[in-house]
């Protein structure tokens, strides 16, 4: 990416951790430090960065300002941190930022594993988690926290969407590449749950190093296998890449390619003309109301004309209603902090009146949506044709499935 004004803007947050014109919030007790601090962590280099990255960042300080605005007191300073793909990267700087640098919550869009890792840390130090980008769905499930809260997509809701879509269309083999770790591996597992159940069969699958190059022999494999779907269940740079090489190899004339875990951002890189007509499930179009469009236009100004995609979304959300909770419990006191938040809707630009589940789930309503051609797109970043609301109690697990601890004991 070019060097730019919200690039260095945020390269001084990485190296200083603080900012001499921090935004500030009123409270009038409870604020450990003197000051709120939160830190974003995620990949900042590496084949997620374009998913969350800076963007995620962007947002934050977005969410922050726009708080602050109208209130005076105490600082709110954001950190940055890049856990390159790697738990006990993330694990030691989660770790270094609770005991020794006064954070008081993450905003994670880490790889699943890592995530896993930085939870542990943060129940730990009975610190708020929240998850904005991380779609592994066991987070809801059988590993919750009563510390995190589920912001963006997961594996069990998209899954459930697009294979629901496919089978409708009787498009009912499937071949899964994937990547070779928890994030590829529970969406394949939580794909596969819903094929089997209405009927569908797995024909095979093919396992993929993460940040991978070369896709030949997985989608070799896959074309050979006469599967009618392909379904790639990775993301970032993998799918890209992935995608690129199935087009390359006349995969796409013959198969349909089911993405499990397509964001905007990567439809932008890739171009309209191999995505056209791809079906997917979204939680966040930034053309779907005035108030998504306002936004964007706001984050487009920010981040070098770039439009904010499902994690980055989340993100603003997410790091909005912590803030808000923390005045409305006036303390910063993680279990009261967590629980305010979910006693409290959430209410912003792309939700409203959306509840957080004991689980930590944030109860929202997901969009099916339509890749548009490009004869069809008339503007910038006009990709997505929405043909659907999906209500939250269709879209995520249901609370008499879950093995969630936090759900049987209300």
């Not at 604020?31 to 960065?49: E, L």
């Not at 109208?70 to 941190?81: C, S, Y």
């Not at 993405?259 to 439809?267: H, V, W």
Request: proline share 3%; hydrophobic share 45%.
């Amino acid at each position: 990416m070019r060097p730019s004004a919200a690039y260095v803007a945020v390269m001084a947050i990485l190296v200083s951790a603080t900012s001499t014109a921090a935004p500030t919030l009123v409270v009038a007790q409870g604020i450990s430090g003197d000051v709120i601090k939160i830190g974003v962590m995620n990949d900042q280099s590496g084949p997620y960065s374009d998913n969350c990255g800076l963007g995620s960042v962007i947002a934050a300080q977005l969410a922050i300002s726009d708080f602050s605005r109208a209130i005076n007191g105490k600082n709110i300073e954001l950190i940055v941190a890049d856990d390159q793909n790697k738990p006990d990267i993330g694990v030691g700087i989660a770790s270094r930022w609770l005991d020794n640098e006064g954070v008081d919550a993450i905003v994670g869009c880490s790889a699943s594993s890592v995530a896993l890792g930085v939870q542990d840390v943060m129940r730990s130090r009975k610190k708020p988690y929240l998850l904005a980008g991380t779609a592994a769905a066991f987070f809801t499930n059988e590993r919750c926290s009563p510390l995190t809260t589920q912001w963006a997509m997961d594996t069990y809701a998209l899954a459930k969407a697009t294979v629901k879509s496919l089978l409708a269309q009787r498009l009912d083999t499937w071949f899964f590449v994937t990547v070779d770790y928890s994030f590829g591996k529970v969406w394949q597992a939580d794909a596969t749950n819903f094929i089997k159940s209405a009927g569908g069969k797995v024909v095979g699958s093919v396992l993929h190093p993460l940040n991978s190059s070369d896709f030949a022999s997985a989608l070799l494999t896959a074309q050979s296998s006469g599967a009618k779907v392909v379904a790639l269940a990775n993301s970032g740079a993998d799918f890209a890449n992935a995608l690129k090489q199935a087009e390359e190899f006349g995969l796409t004339q013959k198969q349909q390619l089911a993405p499990l875990g397509l964001m905007i951002n990567q439809t932008h890189s890739i171009g309209l003309q191999p995505l056209q007509n791809v079906r997917l499930t979204t939680t966040f179009y930034w053309d779907r109301t005035d108030e998504t469009r306002a936004f964007a236009k706001r984050y487009e100004a920010a981040f070098d004309g770039r439009i904010p995609n499902e994690a980055h979304a989340s993100t603003y959300s997410a790091v909005m209603h912590y803030l808000k909770a923390i005045a409305a419990a006036q303390t910063d006191e993680g279990e009261a902090v967590v629980r305010q938040m979910k006693n409290t809707t959430v209410n912003d630009f792309e939700m409203k009146n959306v509840r957080i589940r004991a689980d930590g789930q944030v109860m929202r309503p997901l969009y099916a949506a339509r890749i548009k051609a490009s004869i069809e797109s008339k503007y910038p970043y006009d990709y997505y044709e929405i043909t659907g609301t999906i209500p939250a109690e269709d879209a995520w697990r249901p609370a008499a499935d879950s093995a969630c601890n936090l759900l049987k004991t209300q």
